[in-house]
């Protein structure tokens, strides 16, 4: 069965101040590994997509890193519009290919 | 900026009767999927949907839950007679392809079992 584990649960940081959001997962075959972020009562919205170990991506104040059991978010210079739950799913090369499995996601809170 | 649209927004109903949540997925999208989200835990899949027919479904997705493309761009989630722990948040979200390619989400339906 896929499983992703995500931590810290929740984060809390100044303005400013980098950290790293931490997935690790356990897949039969990785397709994919995504990013979204979801803010209160809305949809996930998402980030980005990556397919093999080393591979990086970035989106202005984001860079999503993997490896082989696990995938990083760096969040550089954050501002309070970071604020979000930030989530991490799979998809594995089972069934119809097309399925993600989320982990439980992480609550990130910038303060002024 | 093409997005996956869902209504109602919000639905109240009584234990054990029927509803359908409707979505319209993203226009040029070929595969379709219900997830849900119980309050304070993970975004959970339901099913997939792809060429008129189910491709992929979860556990939950029993009996009681079936999905339709009515026309060209409606996709609905019925559940025919609606329990408690079916209180949720229900997206529907869309994909070009199945595999390798990444999952747009709607807004959601709240659905509040009474």
């Known amino acids: 069965e896929d499983q992703v584990t995500q931590s810290p649960e929740a984060l809390r940081l100044q303005e400013g101040e980098s950290s790293s959001l931490n997935c690790s997962y356990t897949?039969?075959?990785?397709?994919?590994l995504f990013w979204y972020r979801q803010d209160p009562g809305k949809g996930p919205e998402f980030l980005f997509t990556?397919?093999?170990a080393g591979e990086e991506k970035e989106k202005e104040r984001l860079k999503a890193t993997l490896t082989k059991k696990e995938s990083f978010l760096h969040i550089t210079a954050p501002k309070p519009e970071d604020s979000a739950t930030y989530l991490c799913?799979?998809?594995?090369?089972?069934?119809?290919?097309?399925?993600?499995?989320f982990g439980k996601g992480i609550t990130l809170s910038v303060r002024p | 900026e093409p997005e996956v649209t869902q209504t109602p927004s919000h639905q109240v109903t009584q234990m054990g009767q029927e509803v359908i949540l409707r979505c319209v997925p993203i226009s040029n999208h070929l595969y379709f999927y219900w997830y849900r989200q119980i309050l304070g835990q993970k975004v959970e899949f339901l099913v997939s949907?792809?060429?008129?027919?189910?491709?992929?479904k979860s556990e939950i997705f029993d009996d009681q839950f079936s999905v339709e493309r009515p026309d060209g761009s409606n996709f609905t989630l019925k559940i025919r007679s609606t329990k408690l722990e079916d209180s949720a948040m229900y997206f529907c979200?869309?994909?070009?392809?199945?595999?390798?390619?990444?999952?747009?989400f709607g807004q959601g339906t709240r659905l509040t079992v009474v």
């Open positions: 979200a869309s994909s070009k392809q199945g595999g390798n390619t990444e999952a747009f």
């Open positions: 990556l397919y093999s």
């Open positions: 897949v039969s075959g990785l397709r994919g």
């Open positions: 949907f792809y060429n008129n027919e189910i491709s992929e």
């Open positions: 799913a799979v998809q594995a090369f089972t069934g119809a290919n097309s399925k993600l499995t």
